[in-house]
């Protein structure tokens, strides 16, 4: 449900709240503020909502002290606007059963709208693509409040999606159409999240192939299972920006992504009403297609800056081939067998996270060790230190100390 929730998958999340009980689980009637005092008034409650969900969608922004980056060259792909044919392919793909967005309108007004409104979307897209400005209304978002566990009356305990305009919807499945081409080409492989053909089988296939093999040979190895807090809330967009131009994104579609977020504003839906509007400023937009997919650019670039200076670290997979990381969109998977470059590399992924406005959950970071025959080093990550479990649930498989990976 969680991972449903953060990319945006409506339908799914709804599915899994029937599934888990129902209706009756979507928001509490009873709702406290922080300091655990219950509100009774129904204007003041609505507040709250706001309240909460301008502190998770504006984190700090970050320093940008990035350091310099090598830029790739622009890709050499088509920038001009969309043809009725990508128009009506980005409605075709559409998913029917989705809730309606800001402006009231379904999956299915489009879909079977006729050839006079696909025409007319190509026309209006067309104009967006050559002024690259967007309406207002394309940027806001309705945030429904999802209980999830623990005490129905904290709105910690509730996780908001996002419904946004179908119409801003077909632009960023356009342009991510556009662009998947050439970035699938580039993307690291140790990314497998969101990429056509890839998926959490092949990453826990891989590891639990290493855990196999090493075990084989009695080499220690220490596994760092890392979590980062509300990674797809508190992305710096400045820095999201930056990396896509790092990474070569031609010019007219960071001006178009741009646009999509150029007056992010949102209001939340509880209890049959709107609260007043809220701004976002940080993060990638819930419930767009294109957010799972900028957001990896974000993790490359990461990864790319943090293993410049550990070439020769990690595990030795055939001579002269070391892996060092594995990732499914923000969930990073660290592997070595030597406890103080382990240490010297979070220091190091901690640094920098922190120049991207994102930060670790310690508490929820684990380590595990197989086949190690010195002391249990003390990994931290900041002053933390880093739990040692004997298992770990990984992309919803544990994955034990003992070569076992029960699906």
Sequence with gaps: ?????????????????????????????????????????????????????????????????????????EWDIDTGPPSLTEVTKAVTNLKLGKAAGPDGMTPEVFKYGGDSLLSALTEVLGSVWESEEVPSGWCKSLI?????????????????ISLTNIVSKVLGSIIMRRLSGAREAQTRESQAGFRPGRGCIDHIFTLRQILEHRHSYRRPTVIIFLDLKAAFDSVDREVLWRCLAVKGIPRKYIALIKALYSYSYSQVRAYGELSSELMTTSGVRQ???????????????????????????????????????????????????????????????????RMFGMRFAPAKCKMMLQDWTTSTPSLKIGSEVVEHVDRFTYLGSTISQRQRVDL
């Design 287 to 353: 419930g767009c297609p294109l957010s799972p997919f900028l957001f990896n650019f974000i993790i490359d670039v990461l990864m790319d800056l943090t293993l410049g200076d550990f070439s020769d670290s990690g595990i030795d997979l055939l001579p002269g081939n070391n892996l060092v990381d594995l990732e499914y969109a923000d969930d990073i998977v660290l592997l070595g067998e030597d406890a103080d470059e382990m240490q010297s590399l979070l220091n190091t992924l901690s640094r920098n996270l």
């Design 144 to 160: 429904i409040p999802i209980y999830k566990k623990g005490d129905k009356s904290s709105c910690d305990n509730h996780r908001g």
């Design 1 to 73: 449900m969680e991972k449903a929730s953060r990319i945006g998958n409506t339908r799914q999340l709804f599915r899994l709240i029937r599934e888990t009980g129902g209706r009756r689980q979507i928001i509490s009637e009873t709702i406290s503020e922080k300091n655990g005092t219950i509100i009774s008034s129904q204007d003041r409650r609505l507040d709250r909502w706001k309240e909460h969900y301008e502190e998770q969608f504006n984190w700090p922004t970050a320093t940008l002290n990035l350091p310099s980056i090598q830029h790739l060259p």
